[in-house]
Nanobody, 116 residues
Framework: QVQLVESGGGLVQAGGSLRLSCAAS????????MGWYRQAPGKQRELVAT???????NYVDSVKERFTISRQNAKNTVFLQMDNLKPEDTAVYYC??????????WGQGTQVTVSS
C-alpha cells in the first residue's frame, strides 16, 4: 500500500503565498503521477495540478501563472507553490498518487483558507 502525508496548509490573506508538501511512502512504482486536487464546500473535488516522474506538468486554467507543482523523485515528494492566492482558492487540498493500472491513493487533506 501507499501512504501520503500532506503539510503546509493554513490561513493567508489574498495575494499571499503558501507551499504545500506531500510525502509518499510504501510500495511506490518508479513511474507514477503525483498531483494536487481540491474541494471547496458544496463543490466537487477538482484537479489543480499534476506532475509525472519525468516532470511533465498539467494545471487547471484557474491556477496557471500562479501555482507551480514540482517533485523530488528520490524522496517521493511533491510540492505545490501557491502564489497570488485568491479567496476562491479556499478549499481542502488533497495529494494524489496514481500508478500501475488502477492504483490511486489519497492523502488526508490540508485546509487552505484565503481571506479577502
Amino acid at each position: 500500500q501507499v501512504q501520503l502525508v500532506e503539510s503546509g496548509g493554513g490561513l493567508v490573506q489574498a495575494g499571499g503565498s503558501l507551499r504545500l508538501s506531500c510525502a509518499a511512502s510504501g510500495m511506490i512504482f518508479s513511474t507514477n503521477v503525483m498531483g494536487w486536487y481540491r474541494q471547496a464546500p458544496g463543490k466537487q473535488r477538482e484537479l489543480v495540478a499534476t506532475i509525472t516522474t519525468r516532470g511533465t506538468t498539467n494545471y487547471v486554467d484557474s491556477v496557471k501563472e500562479r501555482f507551480t507543482i514540482s517533485r523530488q523523485n528520490a524522496k517521493n515528494t511533491v510540492f505545490l507553490q501557491m502564489d497570488n492566492l485568491k479567496p476562491e482558492d479556499t478549499a481542502v487540498y488533497y495529494c494524489n498518487l496514481m500508478q500501475g493500472i488502477s492504483g490511486s491513493y489519497w492523502g488526508q487533506g490540508t485546509q487552505v483558507t484565503v481571506s479577502s
